[in-house]
């Protein structure tokens, strides 16, 4: 089951199929290698047989809730088939302070929206994501405050400046918010013979934050301090370093694709460390876009998206910081 993991992370998912096909063989009980094989034949559109390997995970185990999630979004519900019933039979089990209640609220919400009983979507939308939002101790302050730091510092006389950056054509980079069409884009590139896609490389961001402290001793990582300190990283060196890491190990191709979406924050960092690298930018309706990230349940990550107020927030700081990128770099995206 490990095997298939990894082969599923480095998108090998017929290869993971035949490892978790094997795993069940020998324990054809474990509800996690029922889920686990689901994520392989959605990942090849196998979307019926992934249902029934879905079905199966939560049968061997009621409190498997992402099996719920990834079962009700597998396809659009109809009127004959959907999984309201069963969700909330598992919803009436809980208590109300269970953390279960999210993911099933998040399933109840995406099913009633595909029946097209729009209220009942959105009162279990709104359930679940005031109960997720009051579990984090996110402040969008300092979100917000690095889009702002980078529009400050960031400013045409930068980009004027002769020190030159790693020349490497490797990277595309797919930047903006997620829910715009990202994982799309990247299917459409990377089924090029020339391109390859990759969940496996390690973060610009991480390799911003150790260039800065290599250029700064001692920085934080309040925006404040570490957005000035980023304009005194070696561009070079810190392109070559995020190339050497995040180059895919296996099937190596002419180029790589890093579709983490919060790239965005750093486009400008991006094009003067990697000038030959492709930067392309996701766009879709504001509206379309807050409402496709309020109804995701992500993990661990977009942390602005439960509370209506601060993913508006968010969303007008980012189409600031874009606004000023095309400004400061045009045609560089």
Not at 81 to 109: F, K, T
Not at 134 to 158: F, I, K, N
Not at 198 to 203: D, F, G, H, L, Q
């Amino acid at each position: 089951s490990n095997c298939g993991l990894s082969l599923n992370q480095l998108g090998f998912h017929a290869e993971a199929e035949a490892h978790f096909r094997r795993a069940l063989e020998l324990d054809p009980d474990n509800s996690s290698c029922h889920y686990n094989l689901a994520t392989a034949l959605r990942l090849l559109d196998r979307f019926d047989e992934a249902r029934k390997s879905l079905d199966r995970a939560i049968e061997l185990n009621p409190d498997d809730f992402e099996s719920y999630v990834m079962r009700s979004s597998l396809e659009t519900q109809g009127r004959d088939r959907n999984n309201v019933d069963s969700l909330i039979a598992a919803l009436d089990r809980l208590g109300e302070d269970d953390r279960g209640r999210v993911p099933l609220c998040y399933s109840l919400a995406k099913e009633f929206e595909d029946l097209e009983q729009y209220d009942e979507a959105f009162a279990y939308l709104e359930q679940a994501a005031r109960i997720q939002r009051e579990s984090l101790s996110y402040s969008l302050v300092e979100d917000v405050g690095m889009m702002s730091q980078m529009r400050a510092h960031y400013t045409p006389d930068v980009f004027k400046q002769k020190e030159q950056g790693y020349v490497n054509a490797e990277p595309i980079f797919l930047i903006g918010l997620p829910r715009t069409g990202t994982l799309l884009v990247d299917r459409i590139l990377s089924a090029h013979s020339v391109v390859r896609a990759t969940s496996e490389s390690r973060t610009f961001a991480a390799e911003v934050l150790r260039h800065c402290a290599l250029a700064v001793p001692g920085v934080s990582g309040a925006p404040a301090e570490l957005v000035p300190a980023s304009l005194r990283i070696d561009l070079a060196a810190l392109g070559e370093a995020y190339v050497a890491s995040a180059r895919p190990t296996a099937n190596q191709k002419a180029h790589f694709i890093d579709k983490r979406s919060l790239n965005f924050v750093f486009a400008g960092l991006i094009h003067r460390a990697l000038p030959k690298a492709k930067i392309v930018w996701l766009r879709r309706d504001p509206m379309d876009t807050c409402y496709a990230i309020y109804k995701t349940l992500f993990q661990g990550v977009y942390q602005y998206s439960y509370d209506l107020h601060e993913l508006a927030a968010y969303y007008v700081a980012y189409d600031k910081l874009m606004a000023h990128w095309q400004e400061v770099m045009p045609g560089a995206i």
